[in-house]
């Protein structure tokens, strides 16, 4: 069965850095793009950065610059690398394949607050 399990994520200061990591079974890893996506109170969940299988990035303009996705096929795994974080970025942050998502995790919070 899919299995999505998200972590990394916490409490942090304006300007301050959180990798998060997404450690997957169940699908084929290596052969589906893999995406991270989040969603704030009230709003609609929002696709923030995505990688392909062969390393190709894409990333939402909120977080050009700042994000960074990144890819383990050996590990089955999916990371997120994010810096000068912002109170804006404050949200539950999951993993899923980029064009057909399975049923998602449980995500992991990031507070962005001084």
């Known amino acids: 069965q899919v299995q999505l399990v998200e972590s990394g994520g916490g409490l942090v200061q304006p300007g301050g850095s959180l990798r998060l990591s997404c450690a997957t079974s169940?699908?084929?890893?290596?052969?589906?793009?893999m995406g991270w996506y989040r969603q704030a109170p009230g709003k609609q969940r929002e696709l923030v950065a995505s990688i392909t299988l062969s390393g190709m990035t894409n990333y939402a303009n909120s977080v050009k610059g700042r994000f960074t996705i990144s890819r383990d096929n050996a590990m089955k795994k999916v990371y997120l690398q994010m810096n000068s974080l912002k109170p804006e970025d404050t949200a539950v942050y999951y993993c899923?394949?980029?064009?057909?998502?399975?049923?998602w995790g449980q995500g992991t919070q990031v507070t962005v607050s001084s």
């Open positions: 899923n394949t980029l064009a057909y998502q399975r049923p």
């Open positions: 169940g699908i084929a890893f290596s052969i589906n793009a």
